[in-house]
């Protein structure tokens, strides 16, 4: 019986993959905002449910503050992209495109926005 001779490639040498070096790169990054094991949480981590219910800024009117200024973003974004440009120039065109507030809104193939 002879004995096999196994040939291997030089060329393919064994290297990390890599999400063995994602992990290791993990492994040196420090923890932003971690708590070593054992160390109570602060109130400001683990808030009382008076703490919760307690009257803070009114949420609804940040809202509409922030959603009127994405709104005009938008708006100004729109100036700047020839597609959109094209879209509000001739709206009667672009049948698939809707304007309601000044804000362009697809139409899918089921007619829904």
Not at 17 to 40: C, F, N, S, T, Y
Not at 77 to 83: F, V
Not at 86 to 91: A, T
Request: charged residues 25%; proline residues 4%.
């Amino acid at each position: 019986m002879q004995a096999r001779k196994v040939h291997r490639s030089k060329r393919l040498k064994e290297q990390l993959e890599l999400r063995d070096l994602e992990a290791q790169h993990m492994l040196e990054v420090p923890m932003v905002g971690a708590q070593p094991v054992g160390e109570p949480l602060s109130n400001d981590d683990n808030p009382s449910v008076a703490q919760v219910l307690r009257k803070g800024t009114d949420l609804a009117s940040d809202q509409d503050h922030d959603e009127a200024h994405l709104h005009m973003c938008i708006q100004q974004g729109y100036l700047q992209d020839k597609m959109f440009v094209e879209i509000l120039n001739r709206p009667r065109e672009h049948f698939q495109f809707t304007i309601e507030w000044k804000l362009i809104h697809t139409v899918n193939a089921l007619g829904a926005k």
